[in-house]
């Protein structure tokens, strides 16, 4: 098996390890994501990885997903919360999604509580510091191999 | 009459008429503009369509209008929910708008029963797929005539 | 096509263009319904128009509908905020049904932002005064031909 | 001066004096209205009752006196929590009017501390048994005076 | 015993069996009509019945069986969620008078959740088709039984 | 009859006729409490009026007045919408209590709807300027003749 | 035909007939039960009786029962209102289940209007008493018989 | 490493794979155990089992826990909604605990978004079926390890 | 005077002592049981001690007091907050009951504020560490001795 | 030891003992005031009470109390509900304060359920009459013990 | 130009510098109060302050300052959350006037997010301890050089 | 001190001065910025100025602040009311900020009133036109000069 997964990195991520470690970890985007890329080697999967601050670059990116992408493992960030136009995009492609959290969110303030993606993903895992993404990848390959 | 109109087309609705049919129908976006430039030819109006995912540049073309446009006929998509920018942006212009939808929105899921768009147009039409851009139009050039 | 369409008007629209012209307008209800009449002998469609204040009699209006017409355009006043009873008498008798108002309700007080009624209609359309109306029968004669 | 009020009795009127004493007290609907003629011999103006329990034929009322009436007394009943088609009326006409209550509302179940009819009055009595009739007519007729 | 029993069908009901019959069942009125007065027979009881799409006159109805019904039974329809009027009739007159639904009201949309009728009756049976009608009759027979 | 009346302004009512006439009208404080002095003569009954805009002041007032006053006719003012305070004062020394206002509550800004005085009184009038004192001393008068 | 059901009688009802008769009526649950297996003899069906305070044991009855029962009556008692996990079960058994309450539950605290449990239920009865019993077991046979 | 875990299987999962399977799997309680027992000899891990639909007895296994554990995988099934006394169990023994479930709890009815549970967890794997408990597994070591 | 009281420490309370001291206190629940009975000594009364984690089994012992108690203590821990069954198995018994918190609930979460017990108790004690049982053994005989 | 402690009597309570004595009990403060002179000598602690209906003076009595109190019990009267410059007052100065009541505030209306105060306060004891202070009394000298 | 201002200091602020540091800095009232005048001598403004901890005597402040002064800069404590009595003391006087809080309101407890004064005053300006008032001179003295 | 300051305008500020003067004033942000720098020369501090109508835009320019700033003045216009992502970037980044407001938005529509930014800025100004951002870059130099 040769999945393809498109992993998004929302909003402030990319501040990840230098900034707030006490809720986000050590970890810097840039580890996180070699350690994406060596799982990836390890599954022999294809991972690309993608951050930005804009809820219309990731919409795009979702869009184009569509034409290489087996699924996505997005972390959305605080777009988690409002972005009913990130969710339309995940429902109109219809690509196998999981929704990922650094942060246990649940254990944070309430309006952190709500996700407005979460309903059309597959599933979600929060709370496990950059594992998260590991766990969600792993996720969404279980559920590819059970549909293969 | 020579009215000029920009037709808005928000997130996600690029991908008309190749993704969710049973919802959105199996009209692509651009048959839809084609649509509207018969209809504009037959009424020897102008329209100019212009779609984007992203809520900075839906508000840019907006404030852009104001110099060509005597109108504005506007889809929000899911940016209908939530986008107070928006709103700012259609009432700090002042350019007679019309919002549309493809589907019901009454019909959905509660939290597109919402708009926070409505109150600062003329008014809305929801439900008649691709039709609610002509009817909106027509919507438009009514009140247009009625100023004029 | 020879469709048959029932136009409904509910409680005060008997009075407009004599009542509260800043807000609905300076067009009685005798003059819209020579609108209708027009559009319809234009489009070669039959409409029959039926004002009541009475809740009930709007209900068997609808019921009566079923034997001879084959859509509703219905502006249920101040009976789309609470009417289930309405809501009930549309979903029943199953015929396509248009709502539509003369003002931009989303623009006005609260508690008329909620349409009890609009999620067993085709659609809703709202603001444009007497065109509402116009813009309604348009509406459903072109749902009605997409099922012909 | 020789004002002419329409009071409407709203639904389930036609009972007082027969059932619930304890809440609405002895005095029948035949008495109220034999004690606002006395009282309207007693002021030298015209007073007409009308009760139904159809709020139809109340709107239907409230659109008439148009014709003939300066004010209105109302007793909407339980219409008050509900009927914005009675509002709409009663703001469509625009006769001054005094909505009564024969018990203290804010005393009783929560749904009757919101009355969607008060915003559109003059202003509201309740609480004093008939007297609050006897008291909406003075009410009525005091404001009548200050704008003759 | 010979009681004397009104049962009183609210707004839509006149359609049964000929409408929406996956959400209320083949069975038309009449039959249903049929069934009562069978069962009444069975049990020598009189059974009046009675079908409105009028809220104004399902109070009149209710204010009329005071003078020969020693119960009601009655299936308010979407007047259940709404019509404190109603409510207040049923208070008003004080027969016992039991609320039926065809439907599980529990099991469909949130609006149908909420009786404003329910506090005033004996009780309330819902979602057992046109035998809950014939439960509702049992159900006031044995309560009239309890207080002869 | 010789009746005691304790006529209570709340609090910013010293400002009548002062301030924001087109709310509260022209009259001044000093004006209404000769005009409710002229009808206790005219009734030949006693009325004692006290503002203040102190909380504890009026609840004091209250108190005392169980020691000579037969009811009481309050304003309470903005107090209206959060004082429990007064209102437990009220219900503890069980004199007849009606709550006027000036202005009709309902017609403006939400907060002020609600009474969590209104409860413990008699009876509420609201909406006819001074007249509303008048009508409350009135209907204070007609409830301790009933009780006579 | 020879249908098997369970009743199920929730927490608190051991009581029944000894503590607040004035809510629950004076019929002892065993009583009740001896109601029950009568009126099981002249339908000629099995009925088995089963009373626990205890959620779990609740929970492990209603599994049970799908091994020999062809229904289920259930008066979840205080755990209407909240055990999301009593009306999974009944969900995951798939049994038809019928909700019976012996008092009026929408005539007593806000708390007791919102059944959990309701929605997986074919339907419910309240307000009867003992007799409640009896009408679900009525229901559910009628509606088994429905199925044959 | 031979880190000890408990697994928790709350109400109604006994009932796993053998009903409702289109919401939860065909897959049995068994065969997940079986499962979590080989992931467990993979990783050189001892995994015990528990499965119970009484509250009580998991917060009791929660506490027993404390003797023998290092961390905890549960699933509380429905009492993730409302049982604040789990969650109290949980904060109070002070285990790393993993909260998971095997369908996307946010893509079903709105009671089953809340987890009262979730913020004393480490963190939460919703919509993965029997995978859920695997990746729980697995989150759980990881972070076991992390503090190692 | 020989008063019998059952105290009854609800769920998790069995770790007292042992777990989250900064929130709970050092005291361990058998030492806070000797003080209990140290002070029943003193004061000439019986106090028998009772703890579960099970919801149903706190039901049961306070059905069985009835037999034998006088009144109750009761610390429902996170029950307090949902268990509707527990708040009926009080009111059933009507034994005097006492509600007792060790930590001041209202200086805690959100959800820590409501209880559905305090109702049909005599009163609430909160704050007090293991004070609050000996402040609630203390309230309870006054108010035993006050019907004495 | 030799404690000093502030007792505050919010609004309203210097009626007690002569007005709704069945909500409040027959004990005038008088009495009450004297029952805890009676207390504080047996423990040899200083009492001080005041009484006040004006918020403000409530405030001023606390601030004065830092000079001279090691403790403070309120009974905030219907303050409780509202004050939040009371809550402010107690959090500013800093003396271990008990919120006391003589009523239990959870059987009564629902405004009385919230205290603004609570969250400030060691604790809070309501529902047993004037012993409400005795027992303050006594958890506040056993909260002063504890830290001494 | 010599505009006069007065500033309220609103409930508890006396104690400033010696309580709750940690929230509210270590500076006290009457050092504020000596920037305050240094500020005005620079500006050749005047400046009159008043402290209290009743909302009546803050009433009767802001009244008799129409007399004398051309604007009012108020921190109005907690009585910010809920005295609309003060509220419509600004309203009513009419003089320009700024809201201050030492501390960000925003980033504290919910109930401090709701300012009931704000909407009657010029603006709000929270967060930069007693620079707030500073900052609300001068915004005050620009909006009145503005109107100059 | 050489402070270097971030001032950013948010979506719609771009057309300040041409559009809603009545709202917003005459001033341009042209203007704006002008007397921004002004001040800042003044007072010997950078000031550098963006402007975006782009969320994603904005986020990036608060991420680069943090190379060269020492704190940032922000305008977030509508995002103000939902954007979590800004307000995470402005947590994240950990620069001092100053939230400002051109009106007073607590005089506006409901949807205005809540800040999600406020919460992580050092306060909020709002109402006193182009002068909220002077006295914004103030209430920032003031609290850097407490940190110095």
Redesign the interface.
Known sequence: MSAKILVIH???L??LGT??PEVYGPVTLEEINRQLQAYAAEKSVEVRTFQ??????I??AI?QAVDWADGVVINP???T?????I???I????LPT?EVHLS?V??REG?R????I????????????W??YV?GL??LL??LG?FA
Chains 1, 2, 3, 4, 5, 6, 7, 8, 9, 10, 11, 12 share one sequence.
Do not use: T, W
């Open positions: 929302g909003p402030n990319n501040l900034r707030e930005s601050n804009h809820e219309g670059a919409i795009d869009h960030g605080a777009y919360h409002y972005s009913c136009a969710r339309d995009a429902a109109a492609v219809g999981v246990n649940y254990a309006f509580h709500l996700s407005v979460a309903p059309v993903c597959l599933g979600q895992i929060a709370g496990f510091g594992h998260s766990l792993e996720a279980m559920k059970a």
